[in-house]
Each structure stands twice: as structure tokens, then as C-alpha cells.
Nanobody
Framework: QVQLVESGGGSVQAGRSLRLSCAVS???????LAWFRRASGKDREGVAS???????NYADSVKGRFTISKDNAENTLYLQMDSLNPEDNAMYYC???????????????????WGQGTQVTVTV
């Protein structure tokens, strides 16, 4: 059973940075890990994904500002978020799925396993 636990959310001023972490356990083989977010009143949207071979994919809205990475030794997924703005306000979730399809399409219906989420609030 894949388990995901996010941490690192909080409140930060616009223009500053924040790094989210997701402890991942129970996964093996070819898989995809990803970050999603859900802003108030909106659907959950894909932010970034990383395949088990290291290939990455980003939503246009975060390209050049966010970086997804993983530490295989620590079984931890990261999301480095720079130049945050109020549009980044959301609950952030990490997701996992076997295979690489989810990484290419970056939609939540392609993922089976989810963490509980961590809130990011960007203030002006």
C-alpha cells in the first residue's frame, strides 16, 4: 500500500519561497509522483510530476518558478516554490501512481494514491 504524507506548508509573503515535502512509502517499480493543488472553489489541478526515471512535467502556470525533485535514498518528494504569488494559494497534495501515464497527462483522475494535503497561503 502506497502512503504519502505532505509537510512544509505555511504562510509566506508574495515573492518569497517555500519548499514542500512528501514522504513516500510502499511504492516500487515504474511509477509517477506528482504535486497537485486545489484552490478554494476550484477543481484540483496538476502542478508538477516526476517519473521514476527522473523525467519531469510542469503546468504552464508554474514553469520557471517551481521545481519538483525527489530523494530516492530518503523516499521523499519535494516541491521548491519560488516567486510565490497570491494565485498560488491552495491546498497542495502529493499523488502517486504506477506507470508513467499520470506524469504525462498531469490530471488527478490518473492517480490512485494521495496524501492528506498541506496548506500554502501567500500574502501580499
Amino acid at each position: 500500500q502506497v502512503q504519502l504524507v505532505e509537510s512544509g506548508g505555511g504562510s509566506v509573503q508574495a515573492g518569497r519561497s517555500l519548499r514542500l515535502s512528501c514522504a513516500v512509502s510502499g511504492h516500487s517499480g515504474r511509477h509517477c509522483l506528482a504535486w497537485f493543488r486545489r484552490a478554494s472553489g476550484k477543481d484540483r489541478e496538476g502542478v508538477a510530476s516526476i517519473r521514476s526515471d527522473g523525467g519531469t512535467n510542469y503546468a504552464d502556470s508554474v514553469k520557471g518558478r517551481f521545481t519538483i525533485s525527489k530523494d530516492n535514498a530518503e523516499n521523499t518528494l519535494y516541491l521548491q516554490m519560488d516567486s510565490l504569488n497570491p494565485e498560488d494559494n491552495a491546498m497542495y497534495y502529493c499523488g502517486a501512481e504506477y506507470g508513467w501515464y499520470g506524469c504525462s497527462v498531469l490530471i488527478d483522475t490518473a492517480f490512485t494514491y494521495w496524501g492528506q494535503g498541506t496548506q500554502v497561503t501567500v500574502t501580499v
